[in-house]
């Protein structure tokens, strides 16, 4: 029987909705996100504008800070440094990845913990291990609101994570380990240098593939009854066209004809990271109007 196609798009329409009644509440406060972005990336273009578009959907105030790309270390921290102090921006979100001349970690830990919506300062990141209160990674949050909004919540539930990158695999995991509704799974996490990769994942009920390798997760490697959720976004070429397309890090004809359920992409993963960006710039702004 084929999957169920967890729609991803359905999923950031109901958080956005429930966003506008947020700022809404807020009266006359508007929540802010600022986004520092080095160069002029196409690909990182193109999320901006979907985060733009997302955050004029709800009511969010956004701006672009465009630095060059021969940007010094310290020119990108007072940049940094200017949007912790400026009170209209709740948020701060940096493009990544950076020139290989900067230090991502540099930059990241010059973000404020306070206005960290993309949970990349180590302030975040241990708090989340840790199971205090923090802002997860969007990508990662994203996928715990995909499973829980589903109906395919991951309590109890044996979750193999496919790559550990910084912004997925690791904090998903942190995230998915905790003692918290939503959560409380017990968690496997894969790599490079798993030995028998298709032996680990075929013992998930839930199957997250995050690796950045085009259709690499195959049917062989999924149990009948799995639940698949695919980060990957990757530019193919397409037989039958002229234009590059999108396709997951599974291979999905394939294995949705095993799998319970499985997102698509696009479509999937991608609408609701955006989503969840914008409800972490929203709780930043509340926590401030609550002090």
Request: charged share 20%.
């Amino acid at each position: 029987m084929p999957a169920e196609i967890i729609d991803g798009r359905a999923v950031a329409a109901t958080i956005r909705q429930e966003l506008i009644a947020r700022i809404s509440a807020m009266g006359s406060t508007t929540p802010g996100l600022a986004a520092v972005v080095i160069g002029d990336d196409p690909a990182a273009q193109s999320y901006l504008r979907g985060i733009a578009r997302g955050c004029e959907s709800v009511g969010i105030f956004t701006e672009t800070v465009r630095l060059p790309e021969d940007v010094t270390q310290s020119r990108l921290e007072e940049a940094i440094n200017d949007l912790n102090n400026d009170q209209r921006f709740h948020g701060i979100i940096l493009q990544l990845p950076l020139p290989k001349h900067l230090d991502t970690l540099r930059a990241e830990s010059a973000i404020s913990p306070d206005k960290d919506v993309d949970g990349t300062n180590p302030i975040s990141t241990g708090k989340l291990l840790l199971g205090e209160d923090t802002f997860f990674p969007s990508t990662a949050y994203g996928v715990k609101e995909l499973l829980v909004r589903s109906g395919h919540s991951p309590e109890g539930r044996h979750v193999v994570i496919c790559g550990r990158s910084n912004i997925v695999g690791k904090p998903l995991a942190g995230i998915l380990l905790q003692k918290q509704p939503g959560a409380n799974a017990t968690v496997t996490v894969c790599h490079t240098g798993t030995r028998n990769l298709a032996e680990v994942t075929r013992t998930a009920d839930i199957l997250v593939a995050a690796i950045g390798r085009p259709k690499v997760i195959t049917a062989d490697m999924v149990r009948e009854g799995t639940v698949v959720i695919d980060v990957g976004v990757n530019l193919v070429e397409d037989p039958k066209g002229d234009k590059p397309r999108l396709v997951g890090d599974v291979d999905f004809d394939a294995v949705a004809e095993k799998a319970a359920a499985i997102t698509p992409v696009p479509g999937g993963t991608g609408p609701v990271t955006t989503a969840m960006l914008l409800t972490n710039t929203v709780t930043a702004a509340e926590r401030l109007l609550s002090r």
